[in-house]
């Protein structure tokens, strides 16, 4: 796998910006190989707009209601009691995600390869945590989700 420069990975973020219709004076920005951010392309003045995003060009969960492959499939999940929108945004991304043809595709792509935080954590990291506040949302975070998956695997298998 090739790893890209971080010229070319700029100029590629500002292609995904271009493609989207995103007007903006920030660029991408990696000051060490762990950071990742924006910096503005020249100086900016107070109460100046840095980015303009149109409407549809932002990943919400009116985007997964509104796609012309999820709709019929999340109509009748919205009047479940349990639903929440984020977890239509969810399915949203995780399709597509996966397309090839998605508007997204070259966001995901900018995306870091890897990404960890603490429901990635192993045993061991958990067991040096375990009597920590952070312990007790890292379980709630994990019976949510398992929650979710209980609730969501045996409907979408169905579809």
């Known amino acids: 796998k090739t790893i890209m420069s971080d010229e070319d990975e700029i100029k590629e973020f500002d292609s995904l910006l271009n493609e989207l219709s995103i ?3 920030l660029t991408l ?3 060490t190989n762990s950071e990742r951010g924006l910096i503005t392309k020249q100086t900016i003045s107070i ?3 840095v980015m ?3 409407m549809s060009s932002i990943l919400s969960s009116e985007s997964a209601y509104e796609s012309s492959y999820l709709s019929s499939v999340l109509e009748p999940l919205r009047k479940e009691e349990w639903w929440h929108d984020d977890t239509a945004l969810l399915l949203f991304i995780l399709c597509e995600k996966r397309n090839e043809n998605s508007k997204w595709k070259n966001y995901w792509k ?3 390869k890897k990404f960890t935080n603490a429901l ?3 045993e061991e990291e ?3 945590i375990s009597k920590t506040s952070l312990n007790d949302e890292i379980q709630l975070s994990l019976a949510d989700l398992k929650f979710y998956f209980d609730k969501l695997f045996p409907f979408l ?3």
Do not use: Y
């Open 52 to 54: 303009e995003v149109p």
């Open 29 to 31: 920005n990696h000051p």
């Open 23 to 25: 007007s903006s004076s």
């Open 110 to 112: 900018s995306l870091p």
């Open 126 to 128: 958990l067991e040096k």
């Open 157 to 159: 298998t169905q579809q």
């Open 120 to 122: 990635s954590f192993n």
């Open 47 to 49: 109460g100046e707009n």
